[in-house]
C-alpha cells in the first residue's frame, strides 16, 4: 500500500520557523511535493524533491531523504498569511498521492 | 488564461440524482486529475487521464464515471449520487511526464447530497 503520515496540526508565532515532516511509504517513488491550501481553496504547488537535499525558494525550503522515507518543508520568517494547510505529496507513477495535511496556524 | 475552471461551484442533490461536474484547462496540458477533499483530510484521487484517449482509475473510484472528452476537458458523473458522496471536489491538470508533475488546481465544487 501507499501512505504518508504528517502531523495534523502546528502552531507557530510570527517572525519563526517552522519544520513540518513527512514520511512516506510507496511502491514506486519518483519524487516528494509539497503544496498549499488557504481555506479550502485550490491547492497551490510550493516545491518538489526528486533527489536528496535541500531546495530553497525564498522563505520555503523543502528537503529529501530517500533512504530514510523521509522530507520536510522549513518555512522562515513566518507571516500571518502562511497561516494555511500543507500537503505532502509523493509522485508514483503518473499521479500524486496526497498525505492528510498539516494545519499551520501562524500567531502575533 | 483562466488557468483551470470548474462548473458549477456549487450543487444540491437528493440521492439518487445524478449530475455531471465539468473541468477545462486551457494550459495545453496533457494529464488531467479529480480529487475529492473530505472535511480535514487530503486530496483522494477519484479518476485521472494521463493523456487525451485514456482514462485511470484512482484511489477512490466506486461511484463515479469520468469522459475526457477532449484534451482541454474532463468531467466527472455521478450516476446516482449518494450523502457518502458529498465532498468539495478538485480538478486539475499538469504537462505530465517527467519532472515534478506540477498539478495546478480549479477552485472546486462543493457538493451536498441530501
Known amino acids: 500500500g501507499q501512505s504518508l503520515e504528517q502531523p495534523s496540526e502546528v502552531t507557530a508565532v510570527e517572525g519563526a520557523i517552522v519544520q513540518i515532516n513527512c514520511t512516506y511509504q510507496?511502491?514506486?517513488?519518483?519524487?516528494l511535493s509539497w503544496y498549499q491550501q488557504h481555506d479550502g481553496g485550490a491547492p497551490t504547488f510550493l516545491s518538489y524533491?526528486?533527489?536528496?537535499g535541500l531546495e530553497e525558494t525564498g522563505r520555503f525550503s523543502s528537503f529529501l531523504s530517500r533512504s530514510d522515507s523521509y522530507g520536510y518543508l522549513l518555512l522562515q520568517e513566518l507571516q500571518m498569511k502562511d497561516s494555511a494547510s500543507y500537503f505532502c505529496?509523493?509522485?508514483?507513477?503518473?499521479?500524486?498521492?496526497f498525505g492528510q495535511g498539516t494545519e499551520l496556524s501562524v500567531k502575533p | 488564461n483562466a488557468g483551470v475552471t470548474q462548473t458549477p461551484k456549487f450543487q444540491v442533490l437528493k440521492t439518487g440524482q445524478s449530475m455531471t461536474l465539468q473541468c477545462a484547462q486551457d494550459m495545453n496540458h496533457n494529464s488531467m486529475y479529480w480529487y475529492r477533499q473530505d472535511p480535514g483530510m487530503g486530496l483522494r484521487l477519484i479518476y485521472y487521464s494521463a493523456s487525451e484517449g485514456t482514462t485511470d482509475k484512482g484511489e477512490v473510484p466506486n461511484g463515479y464515471n469520468v469522459s475526457r472528452l477532449n484534451k482541454r476537458e474532463f468531467s466527472l458523473r455521478l450516476e446516482s449520487a449518494a450523502p457518502s458522496q458529498t465532498s468539495v471536489y478538485f480538478c486539475?491538470?499538469?504537462?505530465?511526464?517527467?519532472?515534478?508533475?506540477?498539478?495546478?488546481f480549479g477552485p472546486g465544487t462543493r457538493l451536498t447530497v441530501l
Open positions: 486539475a491538470s499538469s504537462e505530465g511526464g517527467g519532472g515534478s508533475n506540477e498539478q495546478f
Open positions: 510507496t511502491s514506486g517513488f519518483y519524487g
Open positions: 524533491n526528486a533527489l536528496d
Open positions: 505529496a509523493v509522485k508514483s507513477g503518473g499521479k500524486l498521492i
